[in-house]
């Protein structure tokens, strides 16, 4: 008996569960870092264009090839290689199984540290002084009490399938996060210093955007931000009616993500002036102190600079984190849950708790040897992984698929001059463009 496949019911709600997967904390931690260490508006400009060039292209192929197939990445990639080589496809589906993997074990941990520190404001409230300060201090026992909850929120939603999980959640938490980010942005714009971080984030200054430092980190955050190469979006493309106007959703989830990125900015580098303006050190010869750890060294004092006002905005500001951590942990969690299911013939009950249970072990692994992995496990996942299947994904729909590739076809038969030039993009410019990106980070 064939299993009917669970699926998006709404266009919207696959656009909101689509665009929560690429708006994670890279668009509202790692944007915000890279603008302000490469130039603010001049870094947002860059930024733009490269989404439109690469980035856009990308996603659509990852989609069109789960859309079109209407299978896991595994078996997808499998189906879209087998005329050339359905040995490599399934290799390269595994492999990026394997990323999704990888990727869920350090963003569990660092989801939970979104988690603690969205419960510090509510400890302070109620005068429970050591246990915010618990939950705001780096340790090996918040890891593990932490990790662990945010891996089983990504579970009860997966438990309940496509629709009724997915689809149905992330109608939820993207709306209250978009709420929550233009409330944060309304206030700290009021602040002092604020304007001084408007103006480095708008203005660009030309003089900086033919720096190729510039140019590389703009490319590879335009890339990463969208959750290109775990498979994720392939998936999310398989669960759509086969050929449902896929091109007009992939430009409302890149525009989506890229509002939301903006609008992180808006936020964040504001945020940061303002906590100068208070006698803060932010920046060290122009670099952000701390980088990656910013969010969680300043921002907190910040928040306790503001006062009472300052425990509820220190509250949203880490719900908010901690919602875009979770829509984008559903579509990597269902990168193997769907493989399980579709090629091992496991319940999703089943899958999802063995997949949950593998994750629980990575991430754990990474905490207890945090100082040699975790950093390491970064640097793969997005230098070299993401990248290389990014790369994969334009070579099978520009030269490797044949048999069930539309868009290839109806270039060849000349049906239409966009559908043309589009499929000549993604064969011969996307790959180039992206080698330069994977070649320039990759050794840089």
């Known amino acids: ?15 909101l569960a689509a665009a929560g997967s690429a708006i994670g904390l890279g668009n509202i931690w790692g944007f915000p870092t890279q603008a302000a260490n490469n130039g603010g508006g001049a870094f947002l400009f860059i930024y733009l264009i490269v989404t439109l060039l690469l980035a856009l292209p990308a996603l659509y192929s990852e989609m069109y090839i789960g859309n079109q197939t209407q299978k896991n990445p595994v078996g997808a990639l499998q189906e879209a290689c087998a005329s ?6 399934k290799f390269a589906g595994l492999f990026g199984l394997m990323g999704a993997i990888l990727m869920l074990s350090f963003y569990s941990i660092v989801a939970g540290w979104m988690l603690s520190h969205a419960l510090a404001p509510i400890a302070e409230f109620f005068d429970f002084s050591s246990a915010s300060q618990w939950l705001e201090t780096s340790s090996l ?14 579970a009860l939603i997966i438990f309940r399938g496509i629709h009724k999980g ?7 938490l993207m709306p209250a996060l978009f709420v ?10 009021q602040q002092p210093g604020a304007s001084e971080g408007l103006e480095m984030y708008l203005v660009p200054d030309f003089s900086q955007i033919t720096n190729p430092k510039l140019i590389i980190s703009a490319m590879g955050q335009a890339f990463f931000s969208l959750s290109i190469g775990v498979g994720g979006m392939m998936v999310y493309g398989s669960y759509l009616k086969k050929g449902d106007n896929l091109g007009k959703l992939v430009v409302s989830i890149t525009a989506l993500d890229t509002l939301i990125a903006f609008l992180a900015g808006l936020l964040i580098i504001p945020a940061l002036f303002v906590a100068q303006h208070n006698g803060l050190k932010v920046f060290d010869n122009g670099v952000l102190i701390g980088e990656g750890q910013l969010i969680f060294n300043i921002l907190p004092n910040l928040f306790d600079a ?3 006002v300052g425990i509820i905005v220190g509250l949203v500001f880490f719900s908010l984190m901690s919602m875009a951590a979770l829509t984008s942990t559903l579509s990597s969690t269902e990168v193997p849950v ?9 319940s999703r009950n089943s899958a999802t708790l063995g997949v949950s249970v593998v994750v629980l072990i990575a991430s754990m692994t990474l905490v207890a040897f945090f100082d040699p992995l975790f950093g390491m496990i970064i640097t793969w996942v997005n230098t070299f992984q993401l990248p290389i299947m990014g790369l994969f994904y334009f070579i099978v729909v520009g030269w490797l698929w044949s048999r069930g590739n539309r868009l290839q076809q109806e270039a060849k038969r000349g049906d239409s001059l966009w559908i043309t030039v589009w499929a000549n993009y993604i064969r011969f410019v996307c790959p180039i463009l992206l080698s330069i990106v994977f070649i320039n980070v990759a050794f840089r």
């Open 1 to 15: 008996m064939t299993t009917v496949r669970d699926s998006f019911h709404t266009r919207i709600g696959f656009i």
């Open 84 to 89: 050339k080589s359905a040995g490599l496809g």
């Open 141 to 154: 026992g918040r890891n593990i009490v932490f990790t662990p909850i945010f891996i089983v929120l990504t």
């Open 166 to 172: 997915i689809e149905r959640w992330s109608s939820r």
């Open 180 to 189: 929550m980010l233009i409330g944060l942005i309304i206030y700290i714009l």
């Open 306 to 308: 503001m006062g009472d």
């Open 338 to 346: 769907s493989y399980l299911v579709e090629e091992k013939n496991m």
